[in-house]
């Protein structure tokens, strides 16, 4: 999107900061969750202490059903 100051970061300086999500586990693919979601839920089962921030009601659900505070 031109003029987009995030997406021109991100394809610039930092594009370095850009990984792949970890897989997803098998217990959200049927979870009726975003790809965005079950991403953001994926990363916080990776390192201990790891904290995410959730603004959708679902995943907010299927977090604590995968024992995420």
Known sequence: MEGDAGRAW???DGARFVV???MVPTQLHDAELGRGEAEVLAWALE???CKVV???RQGRIWATR???S
């Open 47 to 49: 390192p201990p202490g």
């Open 10 to 12: 991100l394809a610039g």
């Open 20 to 22: 792949e999500p970890p």
């Open 54 to 56: 959730l603004d959708d």
């Open 66 to 68: 995968i024992n995420l």
